[in-house]
């Protein structure tokens, strides 16, 4: 029983896990998204001497390194993501197998106390006879 609750609690902790990885990156593409789809607009045609150009070349910089973060962050999250399936898979096992446990010993149970009871049935307790 102390097993169950204890594979139940690490369940509870690895979707807890999951709920703050999703809320992370939420959070993250909320504040991102918005950045790369300035920076993704096609930039004004311009001329090579013209300062708008270095502000792009600026922006294109910044771009890829929100992207490399976001690769990064997206196989963190992954990561983290299979993580969680494979302890959720296993715990789960483990519950199954102890549930068919129980299940085995209550039907034990049940069968033995349904013997005890066939034998009281069958053979009635010997009380001697007086004469």
Do not use: C, W
Request: proline share 8%; charged share 35%; no cysteine.
């Amino acid at each position: 029983l102390k097993e169950a609750d204890h594979l139940k609690q690490d369940l509870n902790e690895a979707k807890d896990a999951e709920r703050r990885a999703k809320q992370k990156l939420l959070e993250i593409t909320k504040t991102t998204y918005p950045l790369i789809a300035a920076y993704s607009s096609p930039p004004p045609p311009t001329g090579p001497e013209s300062p708008e150009m270095a502000v792009d070349m600026g922006s294109s910089i910044r771009m890829d390194f929100k992207d490399s973060d976001m690769k990064r962050l997206s196989m963190e999250i992954e990561r983290e993501r299979l993580e969680y399936m494979e302890k959720s898979k296993h715990l789960q096992d483990q519950l199954k197998e102890l549930k068919s446990e129980i299940e085995s010993l209550k039907l034990e149970e049940q069968q033995q106390a349904g013997l005890y009871s066939l034998r009281s049935y069958a053979e009635p307790p010997y009380i001697p006879h007086s004469n």
